[in-house]
């Protein structure tokens, strides 16, 4: 999907953030994307299908929380790289936002690296950018028909990681979903003190998080766990 959503992308002359007016029969889209073209790409592909059209875009976190609160959309098709705040975070606020409201995740990372901890954080689907076209377009309409979307590449990784032992699953997968968003800040070299202020906790809270993350995972220091993450292509 990402070589076509780029040539795509490339002859849109032009394309507008802001909403749209459509008729309410279509599928209201919201896309969260830093990258114009990859916007204007998607954009063009999902014109093709006469019961959707692209609403709304935003290029950070915050543009796309604000668009939330303050319009209506069927679906929001989020990056999970995005400049401002991480897409774990976006998409933990957008739950508590509006928690009925579809988030597919479009993300360059494989499905194994972060699709468990986003489907329990209240994603409705994982799709990796490799993707056919016509896998996002099915991907939408199930989401947005109130089911989650699951690739055939995550669904064997949901099987086998019910088939296994705890052992033998990603460390990252045990983790719960605070402590997934908190992992992913300390791997990235964030201080504690920094996580509390983006978080709105105490930097006593965030230590515990900490401490107790480590202890989950077996390891002793946040080196550790961005060495953990590099490895595990959880950030780049």
């Not at 790409?41 to 939330?68: N, R, W, Y």
């Not at 809270?205 to 995972?217: A, C, D, G, Q």
Request: hydrophobic share 45%.
């Amino acid at each position: 999907m990402r070589e076509a959503v780029l040539q795509a992308g490339a002859s849109a002359a032009r394309f507008m953030q802001a909403t749209t007016r459509i008729p309410p029969s279509r599928i209201r889209i919201l896309i969260a994307d830093d990258h114009a073209i990859v916007r204007a790409g998607l954009k063009q592909f999902i014109a093709d299908e006469p019961d959707m059209a692209v609403t709304g875009e935003a290029e950070t976190g915050s543009q796309t929380l604000d668009l939330v609160r303050n319009g209506e959309w069927d679906v929001v098709l989020l990056d999970i790289s995005m400049p401002d705040r991480s897409g774990v975070d976006t998409l933990k606020s957008l739950k508590h936002v509006k928690p009925e409201l579809p988030v597919l995740i479009l993300s360059g990372f494989p499905e194994g690296q972060y699709a468990v901890n986003l489907l329990r954080a209240g994603a409705s689907g994982y799709l990796n950018k490799e993707s056919a076209p016509a896998e996002l377009v099915r991907a939408i309409r199930t989401v947005v028909a109130g089911r989650r979307y699951v690739s055939s590449t995550l669904a064997e990784i949901l099987a086998h990681d019910v088939s296994s032992p705890a052992s033998e699953r990603p460390l990252h997968t045990a983790l719960s979903e605070r402590e997934f968003q908190i992992f992913c800040k300390l791997a990235a070299g964030q201080a504690v003190s920094k996580i509390a202020e983006e978080l709105f906790l105490s930097v006593k809270t965030v230590s515990t998080y900490r401490t107790r993350i480590l202890e989950k995972m077996g390891m002793k220091t946040n080196a550790d766990l961005t060495y953990y993450a590099i490895k595990n292509q959880l950030i780049q």
